[in-house]
């Protein structure tokens, strides 16, 4: 035996080696739309819900902590907790930011740098309800005030459908682009809808990101720790009882892994939903001559 002595990580036995840390256990909540307004997909929840949730939290010992944080300390203290938001959607300036700095609670906001004050049109949008993204100049005013802003890919597709030319492109672009509209570093990347591989993982980091977020770990893939980082998604249909069950573990655990993964599992079939909704406008646009 080595005689190093294991340390206590958010809860649980690690050993201090930043690199070797299992870091998928680490409780970073993962939020996608906070927003008045129903959306059939599941992966909102309203505002109202939201600000119980930041409030249960403070009241019940939680310390928040910034992804830094989380990516560069060997010691946590026990209970700490990392609020994230994929997309970046436009109702977070009206119904999440206010909470945060009433509470003082530091976030993290992945952004898909192409569909800044534009419409979710990357999505298939389930009902046919459209939510805008965030604007630049939404972007600053909350960086201004202490939100951090980082990579969710320039066009939210699925990574590992595109070759390491274009994968390359859509990673650096989107960073740069952050980097060039905020004047500050972009460390990190949230793959879109969690979907990785051993290639995406390896050009997201010879793209100049330091770690890179998903949901669920790929067995059978050979990536770096730091390059798949699990986070706990927060949906509509979540209770209290399920946010410490994801945060703390326990008997029940393990049903709310089931949960997030069937709920994910609807959303990874978007780029095949939007490649076949494609598909018959291309064939009708080369089956049918043009008119005079």
């Known amino acids: 035996m080595s005689g190093q002595r294991d340390v206590e990580v958010a809860g649980t036995a690690r050993e201090p080696d930043l690199r070797n840390q299992e870091r998928s256990r680490l409780p970073i909540l993962l939020y996608h739309k906070v927003d008045r307004r129903f959306e059939c997909g599941g992966t909102w929840v309203t505002p109202r819900q939201f600000e119980r949730h930041v409030r249960f939290l403070k009241e019940n010992g939680y310390s928040f902590v910034t992804l830094e944080k989380v990516v560069s300390e060997a010691l946590l203290p026990t209970r700490s907790v990392a609020i994230t938001f994929d997309d970046g959607y436009l109702a977070l300036k009206d119904f999440a930011f206010p909470v945060l700095r009433d509470y ?23 009902g046919w309800r459209r939510f805008e993204h965030l604007a630049w100049r939404d972007i600053e005013t909350a960086a201004a ?7 969710h890919s320039a066009t939210h597709r699925d990574l590992t459908r595109l070759g390491t030319s ?4 859509e990673l650096v672009g989107s960073r740069e682009t952050i980097e060039r509209s905020l004047s500050q570093p972009v460390p990190y990347l949230s793959y879109p809808f969690g979907i990785y591989n051993a290639l995406v993982a390896r050009v997201a980091r010879e793209s100049g990101y ?15 720790a730091l390059y798949c980082i699990e986070r706990a998604a927060v949906y509509r249909i979540d209770t209290l009882g399920s946010l410490v069950r994801k945060l703390e573990g326990g008997p029940l655990a393990g049903v709310e892994r089931l949960k997030s993964r069937a709920i994910n599992w ?6 095949v939903a939007k490649g076949l909704l494609r598909q018959p406008r291309r064939r009708s646009a080369a089956g049918c001559p043009e008119r005079s």
């Open 210 to 224: 330091e770690a890179a977020f998903t949901l669920f770990k790929r067995r059978g893939e050979n990536v770096d």
């Open 266 to 271: 609807c959303a990874r079939g978007t780029p």
């Open 104 to 126: 003082d609670v530091p976030a993290s906001v992945f952004i898909v740098t192409e569909f800044v004050g534009k419409e979710n049109l990357w999505d298939v949008n389930v």
């Open 166 to 169: 274009e994968l390359r492109s």
């Open 145 to 151: 005030s202490g939100t951090r802003f980082y990579s």
